[in-house]
């Protein structure tokens, strides 16, 4: 790629990077609990996992008032930072994850995530996995409107001067499959994470993988 675009590796989080279900449903049923509302079953909330936690809340209680949702929000993060003081956060890598990060970026890759997180939530994840130096561009739910919209993987390409022909999306739902195709980026959907493979091709994905060392051959052949 000398003298062209830097070619750019985009990485979903949850679902993609790091295995983080349990502690989302956990921390979902605590904050339904709080407002004595019936929690969705975990199927529902898994479902959810990618978007911003207002438009989440929308589609868990799509009857609701806008100002319940902002409350419910508001909520999650207390709870959620409640159980991350208490050590009750576990967010593994998924199998191979480190390994193939390390053989992206021997391969000239540059790194970045684009994430539902907060910018605490996914700094405090990378931080913990010894990853925080690993990514160039790290792109979250407090600055941008809410996957499939394309303004973070727009900045991210922006920040690590790639182009969209030299940016693959890497993503576990639907939502970072259509996020990428607006932004004009490849999209490879993973199948370990909260959404199945037909969603995934469905919703944009040149191919999905069912490993996460597939991925650096497959991205070879894309950027």
Same mark, same amino acid.
């Given at each position: 790629?000398?003298?062209g675009p830097n070619r750019?590796a =985009?990485?979903d989080? #949850?679902?993609? /990077?790091?295995? +983080?279900?349990?502690?989302?449903?956990? *921390?979902?049923?605590?904050?339904?609990?709080g407002f004595? /509302?019936?929690?969705?079953?975990?199927? *529902?909330?898994r479902?959810?996992?990618g978007?911003?936690l207002?438009?989440a809340m929308r589609?868990l %209680?799509?009857d609701?008032e #806008?100002?319940l949702? !902002?409350?419910? @929000?508001?909520d999650? $993060?207390r709870v959620f930072?409640?159980l991350?003081?208490d050590g009750?956060?576990?967010?593994? =890598?998924f199998?191979?994850?480190?390994?193939? /990060?390390?053989?992206?970026a021997? @391969?000239g890759?540059?790194?970045? !995530?684009?994430? &539902?997180k907060?910018?605490r939530?996914l $700094?405090l994840?990378l931080?913990?996995?010894?990853?925080? +130096?690993a990514? %160039?561009?790290?792109?979250?739910?407090?600055?941008?409107?809410s996957k499939?919209?394309?303004?973070?993987a727009a900045?991210a390409?922006a920040e690590a001067?790639? +182009?969209?022909?030299t940016?693959v999306m890497?993503?576990?739902?639907?939502f970072?499959?259509l996020?990428?195709?607006a932004?004009g980026a490849? @999209?490879v &959907?993973v199948?370990?994470g909260?959404?199945? *493979?037909?969603?995934?091709i469905a @919703? &944009?994905?040149?191919?999905v993988v069912s490993?996460?060392g597939?991925?650096?051959p497959h991205?070879?052949t894309l950027a």
């Amino acid at each position: 790629m000398s003298g062209g675009p830097n070619r750019l590796a =985009l990485f979903d989080c #949850d679902g993609t /990077l790091v295995d +983080s279900q349990a502690n989302i449903c956990r *921390a979902m049923e605590q904050t339904f609990d709080g407002f004595a /509302l019936a929690a969705p079953d975990r199927a *529902a909330i898994r479902r959810i996992v990618g978007l911003n936690l207002v438009e989440a809340m929308r589609a868990l %209680v799509p009857d609701g008032e #806008d100002a319940l949702h !902002v409350k419910l @929000a508001a909520d999650y $993060k207390r709870v959620f930072q409640g159980l991350r003081h208490d050590g009750l956060v576990e967010e593994p =890598l998924f199998d191979g994850i480190a390994e193939v /990060l390390t053989a992206l970026a021997d @391969a000239g890759w540059l790194l970045g !995530v684009a994430t &539902g997180k907060s910018d605490r939530g996914l $700094k405090l994840c990378l931080e913990h996995h010894g990853l925080a +130096s690993a990514f %160039v561009t790290l792109q979250t739910a407090d600055r941008h409107p809410s996957k499939p919209h394309p303004a973070m993987a727009a900045l991210a390409m922006a920040e690590a001067g790639a +182009s969209p022909e030299t940016t693959v999306m890497i993503g576990d739902t639907s939502f970072d499959m259509l996020m990428a195709k607006a932004a004009g980026a490849h @999209a490879v &959907g993973v199948d370990w994470g909260y959404h199945d *493979a037909a969603e995934l091709i469905a @919703a &944009g994905a040149g191919l999905v993988v069912s490993s996460a060392g597939a991925l650096p051959p497959h991205l070879e052949t894309l950027a």
